[in-house]
């Protein structure tokens, strides 16, 4: 149970009931669900390819307005070697430097709002009547479709809170609301507004219209200005990227990359260094290749346009079965948005050929590699789930396994929070010796955004006491930091002293299969290894297992030995209980911890389909062999590790 995670109980009946009853049992919903997801995600990262090169293109090319002799090739030149030093101090993050982007960023758009409100007063004020609805319509009753056509090109001025959202490292969702309204809207509606009244006056300046519009004394602190602003706007939306890489490869849905941390106060600075390059690569081959923003904007519209529907379309869902808003809004959202969405989409198709194919190539092989990874994962899961080893067939062992219990305490990992893992009856075929106390555990990333440190560990017990095989699931949200370090086996050794402990022979631990009541017991420790004076909690749940779910703090340390002490509600004084178990785990751990990974390989099975055989053995086969290796993305060292490898037909 997690305090992070609310569940609602839907009326069947309701509309809300009958879509998610329709969406549990049609699986063909479900893989097109999946696949919006990910196409959107993949347009997300189109975006974070496309921004750098547009703004940093755009900005340095208002150098020619001031300097006509600077030809295309300097601008373009100089724009790629600004990209190679924007991707280049990634790996720093923005730790020292991030103060200085709010300021800098105020700066800009305060000054093209006075810039704006100078065009304006001087070149012709009756452009404000644009603000009227009348011009709407006076704009597309003489040529309708040209009009139409049009609307693609003013893509450009909605585009950027979309980053925002996504950068959860630098900008929260309220400062964007805030900010947006209250002063990044006035600005830019000013700049615009000046803009078309500087037209007005000079038709022929369109081209380079903001730089143009610049008064003559300022014209050189703009340019720096808007150079400044050009690359933190890359930044955030680089680092945007970066992050929702991060959060697709906790839910499964992105091959395994090196996550590097650039702050330890806000785990959405993050800097993936592969990711890294691969995006300057490409975002200077897109500025080399198209050599100019039209194209470049033309691309970007598209990507952005197709995340917009693709937001809106998963909005309603939201709205439908998560908020449970009234279903008269829910139409009256899907209706407004979904109408501006269609139409800005069927604009901007039409600049298909002058660069709008770049976003849907690059969209597509981000879809292609995601998609595979996520049906590659799903089918080792689920023949790790048919290939389980039962319970009862642990038990048959006798006391001993079988097996010679050699000291220390053995990790192993799997993807099952249920079941004995096949990797276990495998590893006792060929080598018939076993550490003395084996847990086996089970990382899991939840549909969460993060999980209490105090509610990151589940406990079981597998046979009797005697066998020492315990299951420990550890639970993560998509946004929080999974590092295999002494801290994390320190917290698992702890919470499972306190495991047994609890799990003390007074109890019932006669059953050892699914089917009994099973306890959540809170019991913090100090550091030094003492509980809390105070009433403590346990309460009894009918969970269908016979699981005990510990919550301690994140500071409980490997200190914290053999003597524990809970307090239980009603009983006022607290009781010293020695177990020899929590001693002889203690024993096991100075014994030294030893992790055994399953490297598990899936290929598909000779009657499968062309399709089937082309994913599995050729480009999830590719993806595993690329990708970081399972040992590296959990910080195992090498002399701690051991890999059982595996092969299944699926």
Request: glycine share 6%; net charge neutral; aromatic share 12%.
């Amino acid at each position: 149970m997690l305090t992070t995670y609310q569940s609602h109980v839907l009326d069947e009946k309701s509309v809300a009931g009958k879509t998610k009853h329709w969406l549990e049992e049609n699986t063909y919903a479900q893989k097109l669900l999946v696949l919006l997801v990910l196409f959107g995600t993949s347009m997300l990262i189109g975006d974070g390819l496309l921004t750098p090169a547009i703004s940093v293109l755009s900005s340095v090319g208002g150098i020619q307005v001031n300097k006509p002799q600077v030809n295309d090739d300097w601008v373009l030149a100089l724009a790629c070697i600004i990209l190679v030093l924007l991707f280049s101090v990634q790996r720093f993050g923005t730790g020292k430097v991030g103060w200085f982007f709010a300021p800098a960023v105020f700066v800009w758009f305060l000054s093209i709002g006075l810039i704006g409100i100078y065009n304006i007063v001087k070149h012709d004020p009756v452009v404000l009547k644009a603000f009227l609805p009348t011009y709407i319509f006076r704009y597309f009753q003489g040529h309708a479709k040209k009009s139409w056509v049009s609307l693609g090109g003013i893509l450009l001025s909605i585009t950027g809170t979309e980053a925002l959202y996504a950068d959860v490292g630098h900008f929260t969702v309220s400062s964007v609301q805030i900010a947006f309204p209250f002063f990044v809207l006035p600005c830019l509606l000013a700049s615009y507004v000046g803009q078309a009244a500087y037209l007005s006056k000079h038709p022929g300046d369109v081209t380079h219209a903001f730089y143009r519009s610049i008064p003559e004394p300022v014209y050189w602190p703009m340019f720096v200005v808007a150079t400044v602003a050009a690359i933190i706007a890359s930044q955030a939306t680089i680092t945007a990227t970066f992050a929702t890489i991060k959060q697709a490869v906790a839910l499964g849905c992105f091959p395994r990359v090196k996550l590097v941390f650039t702050s330890s106060k806000h785990l959405g600075q993050v800097y993936i260094p592969e990711i890294n390059w691969i995006l300057m690569v490409l975002c200077i081959i897109i500025t080399a290749g198209f050599r100019g923003t039209i194209q470049i904007g033309n691309a970007y519209g598209i990507a952005v346009v197709a995340l917009m529907l693709v937001t809106t379309m998963l909005m309603i869902l939201v709205m439908l079965l998560v908020w449970r808003t009234n279903l008269f809004f829910i139409i009256l959202f899907a209706t407004v948005f979904m109408a501006v969405d269609l139409v800005l989409l069927s604009s901007v198709l039409f600049k298909f050929k002058q660069g709008g194919w770049a976003p849907l190539v690059i969209g597509g092989l981000c879809l292609a590699v995601m998609f595979t990874w996520h049906y590659g994962m799903l089918k080792k899961y689920e023949v790790e789930q048919q290939n389980k080893v039962p319970v009862s067939w642990i038990l048959g062992l006798g006391p001993c396994l079988g097996l010679v219990r050699v000291p220390g305490i053995g990790f192993i990992y799997s993807e099952l929070a249920h079941g004995v893992p096949s990797i276990f009856s495998h590893f006792m075929t060929h080598l018939p010796a076993i550490h003395a106390v084996v847990v086996f555990v089970c990382v899991k990333y939840l549909p969460v955004n993060i999980v209490p440190e105090e509610e990151r560990f589940l406990f079981r017990r597998i046979g009797p006491k005697e066998f020492r095989l315990y299951r420990c699931v550890a639970r993560y949200g998509y946004r929080d930091l999974h590092k295999r370090d002494d801290k994390f086996e320190d917290n698992l050794i702890s919470n499972l002293s306190l495991y047994i402990m609890q799990n003390c022979p007074s109890e019932s631990t006669s059953v050892y299969d699914e089917g009994s009541v099973s306890h959540v017991v809170e019991s913090p420790l100090l550091p030094d290894g003492q509980s809390t004076t105070g009433m403590q909690s346990i309460r009894e749940l009918s969970s269908g297992t016979n699981s005990i779910e510990i919550t301690s703090p994140a500071h409980t340390s490997k200190n914290t030995t053999q003597r524990v002490r809970f307090a239980i509600e009603q009983v006022e004084s607290e009781t010293e209980v020695e177990d020899e178990d929590v001693a002889f785990l203690q024993e096991a751990r100075r014994a030294g911890i030893v992790h055994i990974l399953g490297d598990v390989v899936i290929k598909a099975k000779s009657h499968s389909n062309i399709g089937k055989k082309f994913l599995i053995d050729y480009m999830y086969a590719l993806l595993q062999r690329i990708c970081r290796e399972n040992s590296a993305a959990l910080n195992i060292p090498h002399e701690n590790l051991l890999n059982v490898g595996q092969v299944y037909f699926v």
